[in-house]
């Protein structure tokens, strides 16, 4: 990712010259500390911006100006997703009529005005934020500054777009998705991938047989953990009680037998529940990206308490990916469950906090069904897992969203490039 910010960060510094401006101060955020990120303003952009005067410009990808506005005015510019039906993800907000709202797809670049940014920044150090969880990262952002009417909506602009580079049309786009990652080398092996499966006696006639008809096959190593050893299935019973939430004793025994000799050693581990859908070769696919002698945490991001010094962690629901490393410098920290019952992600994400060890996000992962995000954020992705059978037919949902032809080397290399 520092590499992927780095080419960035030049092909901006390109684009600048190229227009005859000056080079434009283009922040990091991984680089910076948390005590830098709040007094600086910053936008993102993965095509060419200029201001000049009182006037901030938009230009497509040959420098011809598309969209003009008056600089001085707050402005909130992107690419607007909104919501088809009220989603737990965003806290069921506007449930009567949950389309009203948009919020930036980020993946299209954002920008905000200079006197909106400066109001912002006094908003942040005057006022702590209102909510302790951050799950939704761009539409937690979109309620912020739109401050129940008092501050500026969205405004769409249709040269922020999401189409590759070579689609027809994005010759008009001043950002578009690019097609490859930086050399990642080739996905990652089977049998370097151990799976574990968090199960439950209650949930053994119903959830289990969905793995087993669809993504079970995709694995070489795992093992489904119970409180209830059934030979049909199998299941391995670790010996901790089933919780109704939390799971957290047995997501630690899970990491405690990851690194015994009682499972084959693989370089990466992956846990997920019974009801997590996920396509196993698109995660070898992303896997080839990262370094397993690295401390790997990989998923979903959600974040706790973070404007009062909290931590961010992998949401479990979405499957958590961990280096072998990173489940060793975990287990000989002593960081510990304080009750079976403790929400296991959160509190791997303490430890991962007091370890100084950072949580990777990808948007590929999700917590949630597909139903419960924008038709247009999921509409130029490729997923790797969903979450719940909530009012679903999960085998429909993989085929549809997850299921790839494994007998062919075509779609894996579209997922390569997407990853």
Known sequence: HA??????????LEQAES??????????????????????CYTWWGGKFSQQENIMTLMDAKGTDYVNMPSSQEWFLGKPLHDEESTIIHHYAFAEN????????FTASWALSIPLVNRLTNKVKNEPLKSDFTIDLK???????????????????????TLPQDAPGAERCATTLGR?????????????????????????????????????????LLEYYSDFADPTIPTVNLGVPNTDRGHCGKTFA???RY??????KTNWLLIVDDDTLISLPRLQALLGCYDPKEPVCLGERYGYGLSQGGYSYITGGGGMVFSHEAVLRILRSGCK?????????MVLGMCLNALKVPVTHSPLFHQARPEDYSRDFLSHQIPISFHKHWNIDPIAVFHKWLRDDGESTGPQNDFKEEL
């Open 337 to 345: 469950c304080y009750s079976n019952d403790a929400p296991d992600d």
């Open 180 to 220: 490859h990652l930086p050399s990642c080398g080739k996905p990652v092996q089977k049998e370097d991938v151990f799976v574990a499966v968090k199960t439950c006696r209650k949930f053994h006639a119903d959830r289990v047989p969905v793995v087993k008809r669809t993504w079970e096959k995709q694995a070489l």
């Open 254 to 256: 899970i990491l405690e």
């Open 3 to 12: 590499q992927q910010a780095e080419i960035r960060r030049t092909s901006l």
């Open 259 to 264: 690194v015994s000799d009682a499972v084959p």
């Open 98 to 105: 949950p389309s009203i709202f948009k919020y930036p797809d």
């Open 139 to 161: 539409h937690e952002i979109a309620l912020y500054i739109w401050e129940n009417g008092r501050g500026p909506q969205l405004t769409a602009v249709p040269e922020l777009c």
């Open 19 to 40: 227009l005859g401006q000056s080079p434009p101060a283009v922040l990091l955020l991984h680089s910076l500390s948390d005590n830098e990120v709040s007094p600086h």
